[in-house]
């Protein structure tokens, strides 16, 4: 049995990965049986040696893969035998976090013949909220509507985050129903996080929400300065990413390589390169022209940075 779970929200997918091996161990008590494999750490010998390989007490044997699209060996490899693991009485779970490459040959095949495959996207509109009013109950809590509303809205579908803020406002009042308040009181929404959604606008051409965004952060208090430097680091990134890709090709399996050349995190790198898709290489040049320009405007004094970030979404 092959099992396929993959998707940028890696917080429902590793509770999904939990399910399956908590499952496993209950049915396995030895759970002997139990492998991972991460990323580039093995090679195909070794998974196959593994998933061949007689178990002591002949019980189903349970082989995690995780982020094995990175490993480009053992990918070929893999593929010029998968009818073999098809019908393998193995369970055999492909886990991948983040956006699957183009155009993958694996990821095709298994979207089209693992026997469980799902997919985990960002959670966002009604599933958001929905979402957040169920663990607020598993938590034996309560939120009005309006504070529902403006939690999903201040903190969006990063669930890593929203299950630590959902805690932490279940943990402070725990005698009325959680209000708009006490989001205001204790949940500040991470600057960060919107420059991803600022630059995902502007790759709509949607200024209108990009504004709106900006100013929301501006009216809290955030410094313009610190914001706009926040939009020029990411776009460089997503140029050099982008400028990086073109020239080597898109395999994902490359990451940690350009991450070590590039002296990025690799999990920066891989949400760079993830939104630079959006972009096409001469669009991003010409974007970071005029961030270098408005730039340089506001540290010679000609524009204040409030002005500076007005310019730069109304010339985009």
């Known amino acids: 049995m092959i099992i396929f779970l993959y998707g940028p929200d890696t917080y429902r997918s590793r509770q999904k990965l939990k399910e399956i091996t908590e499952s496993y161990k209950k049915a396995h008590k030895g759970g002997l049986s139990l492998s991972f494999f991460d990323g580039q750490s093995f090679g195909f010998q ?6 061949q390989s007689m178990s002591m007490f002949k019980e189903k044997k349970l082989i995690v893969l995780k ?13 010029k035998s998968k009818d073999h693991f098809l019908k393998s009485d193995d369970i055999i779970v492909f886990f991948e976090e983040g956006k699957l490459p183009a155009k993958d040959a694996l990821a095709g095949f298994l979207k089209e013949k693992a026997d469980k495959s799902q997919e985990f996207d960002l959670l966002s509109g009604a599933q958001l909220k929905n979402w957040v009013r169920k663990e607020f109950s598993r938590l034996g809590a309560e939120a009005e509507p309006e504070a529902v509303e403006k939690l999903a809205r201040e903190v969006g579908g990063d ?29 500040r929404p991470k600057v960060e996080t919107d420059i991803f959604k600022t630059i995902d606008f502007i790759a709509q051409k949607d200024k209108k929400s990009a504004f709106l965004l ?103």
């Open 46 to 51: 070794d998974f196959r040696g593994q998933a």
């Open 214 to 316: 900006i100013k929301k952060h501006l009216e809290k208090g955030d410094a313009p300065f610190y914001i706009f430097s926040m939009i020029n680091f990411q776009f460089r990134n997503l140029l050099v990413v982008k400028a990086k890709a073109q020239e080597e090709g898109s395999s994902s399996g490359q990451f940690n390589v350009w991450a070590k050349e590039l002296g990025m995190h690799p999990f920066v790198l891989r949400k760079a390169y993830d939104q630079s898709q959006a972009f096409a290489l001469e669009d991003l040049k010409k974007i970071y022209q005029k961030i270098f320009k408005v730039d340089l405007a506001t540290k010679t004094g000609e524009l204040s940075p409030e002005v500076a970030l007005d310019i730069f979404i109304a010339q985009l």
């Open 67 to 79: 982020n094995s699209f990175e490993n480009k060996g053992f990918k070929e490899l893999f593929l």
């Open 159 to 187: 669930l890593w985050q929203m299950s630590n803020e959902i805690a932490k406002l279940a943990s402070f009042n725990t005698k009325e129903r959680i209000a708009v308040k006490d989001v205001d009181l204790l949940v």
